[in-house]
């Protein structure tokens, strides 16, 4: 099982000083949060990527993934692509960041991306429901 998935982080969200919702009390990861469902790490994620938009003015796929996987640590350009060709969508599009199908679309395959097995739809689902919480 991926580090992501033992943490119930799929998005693999590194430790900073957010103090989320759904975090595990322990956090055992000294890189990576971890949550007590996969819920509240997609939650995050959702919520994460929203700030991309809203807070750092990051508009398009292409620009959030390069600050989620920057290229000094991943193969930024192979994580784009895939994204993109599992979203159909294009690398310089800006993703409506309110529209539930595209989001947990783009998330799923982010998701991939990161454990390399298919995200559970019902798990991304469920966090997009609790943006709001």
Known sequence: MSRGLKNNNPLNIRRNNTEWKGLAK????????????????????????????????????????TRWAPPVENNTEAYISYVCNKCKCS??????????????????AM??????????????????AMIEL
């Open 26 to 65: 322990v956090q055992t990861d000294k890189s990576f949060f971890r949550f007590v469902a996969p819920e509240w790490g997609y939650r995050a994620a959702f919520i994460t990527l929203r700030n991309y938009r809203k807070i750092h003015k990051l508009k398009t796929l292409r620009q959030w993934i």
């Open 91 to 108: 690398p310089d599009e800006e993703p409506d960041i309110n529209n539930k199908h595209q989001m947990c679309a783009i998330v799923s």
């Open 111 to 128: 998701s991939f991306v990161e454990n390399g097995v298919k995200a559970i739809a019902e798990n991304v689902e469920k966090g997009w």
